[in-house]
């Protein structure tokens, strides 16, 4: 084992106490991003307004301290005092399309709307809560983590986070067919790819016991801990490369969704169990 690897296997993203660490903070933003995230909660703000908002929050590779300008997107979550409207969701859009627009810094901005009261909720206890928890970094409002547990490495987190994967199987192969032009698959193969690699990295997350959100070091996990099947390892490890640099050719999204797909769904079966149905 090489210095790398032994560095790599201490840091698990544990507390002493052996729960999960929450992985961002506003200052660990790269300069360049600053202004956007300042942006975002003035746009938020502004927006959903002081009696709707109870709290917002940055995710992804921009409070991780990892993203690069032009390449990487913005991903918001707002939380609402009740469940969000249509027309709530729609003017979320606006605003996301309007902050992409305005700044080349970031390419797409993902925004997410839920309720505090859904976050907090037994259903989503871990998985919409964990992701608040440890996945988000507090940008408005009051901080929702403070109401909820600290998470460990466990087959139930693993099943309640990924454990749907069979349910975007269909949705995607719509997403593919209907993807006539190169941003299409662009976009389509980033997310997918995305997706893929967190589902494979968390089938093996409570047997390495620890965290981590890279998808490089997710790929390489997922290998080691899968020595049986060096094809799907091959095809992880492939699919991190896509998350970062995504790819229009049709038989990339082949690929992860014909192939990689199927086998991570009915494999996460077998080991966690499917996810708790939501209403």
């Given at each position: 084992?090489?210095e790398?690897?032994?560095?790599?296997?201490?840091?698990?993203?544990?507390?002493?106490?052996?729960?999960?660490?929450?992985?961002?903070?506003?200052?660990?933003?790269?300069?360049?991003?600053?202004?956007?995230?300042?942006?975002?909660?003035?746009?938020?703000?502004?927006?959903?307004?002081?009696?709707?908002?109870?709290?917002?929050?940055?995710?992804?590779?921009?409070?991780?301290?990892?993203?690069?300008?032009?390449?990487?997107?913005l991903?918001l979550?707002?939380?609402?005092?009740?469940?969000?409207?249509?027309?709530?969701?729609?003017?979320?859009?606006?605003?996301?399309?309007?902050?992409?627009?305005?700044?080349?810094?970031?390419?797409?901005?993902?925004?997410?709307?839920?309720?505090?009261?859904?976050?907090?909720?037994?259903?989503?206890?871990?998985?919409?809560?964990?992701?608040?928890?440890?996945?988000?970094?507090?940008?408005?409002?009051?901080?929702?983590?403070?109401?909820?547990?600290?998470?460990?490495?466990?087959?139930?987190?693993?099943?309640?986070?990924?454990?749907d994967?069979?349910?975007?199987?269909?949705?995607?192969?719509?997403?593919?067919?209907?993807?006539?032009?190169?941003?299409?698959?662009?976009?389509?193969?980033?997310?997918v790819?995305?997706?893929?690699?967190?589902?494979a990295?968390?089938?093996?997350?409570?047997?390495?016991?620890?965290?981590?959100?890279?998808?490089?070091?997710?790929?390489?996990?997922?290998?080691?801990?899968?020595?049986?099947?060096?094809?799907?390892?091959?095809?992880?490890?492939?699919?991190?490369?896509?998350?970062?640099?995504?790819?229009?050719?049709?038989?990339?999204?082949?690929?992860?969704?014909?192939?990689?797909?199927?086998?991570?769904?009915?494999?996460?079966?077998?080991?966690?169990?499917?996810?708790?149905?939501?209403?």
């Amino acid at each position: 084992m090489n210095e790398a690897t032994a560095c790599e296997d201490t840091d698990k993203g544990l507390a002493p106490d052996g729960t999960i660490l929450r992985e961002g903070a506003l200052d660990r933003a790269p300069g360049p991003f600053v202004p956007v995230v300042e942006a975002a909660r003035d746009r938020i703000v502004g927006t959903f307004g002081a009696t709707r908002l109870h709290s917002a929050y940055l995710y992804g590779s921009i409070p991780r301290g990892t993203a690069i300008p032009g390449v990487s997107d913005l991903d918001l979550l707002v939380a609402l005092h009740d469940a969000p409207t249509g027309a709530e969701r729609t003017v979320g859009e606006e605003a996301g399309a309007a902050l992409d627009a305005a700044f080349p810094v970031i390419d797409g901005v993902g925004l997410l709307l839920d309720s505090a009261g859904a976050l907090l909720g037994e259903v989503e206890r871990h998985d919409g809560g964990f992701f608040v928890a440890c996945l988000c970094t507090p940008l408005i409002g009051p901080d929702l983590a403070a109401q909820l547990p600290r998470y460990r490495p466990t087959s139930l987190l693993a099943r309640e986070t990924n454990g749907d994967l069979a349910l975007a199987l269909p949705r995607w192969r719509t997403m593919a067919a209907e993807a006539v032009t190169d941003e299409a698959r662009l976009r389509l193969s980033r997310g997918v790819a995305r997706r893929l690699v967190r589902t494979a990295f968390t089938l093996v997350m409570p047997r390495w016991g620890g965290w981590t959100s890279d998808l490089r070091r997710s790929a390489e996990l997922f290998a080691r801990f899968c020595p049986d099947h060096p094809e799907r390892a091959a095809q992880v490890r492939a699919a991190a490369g896509t998350a970062r640099t995504p790819s229009p050719d049709p038989a990339v999204l082949a690929m992860l969704i014909e192939s990689l797909g199927p086998w991570l769904a009915a494999e996460y079966t077998a080991v966690h169990g499917v996810k708790a149905p939501r209403p």
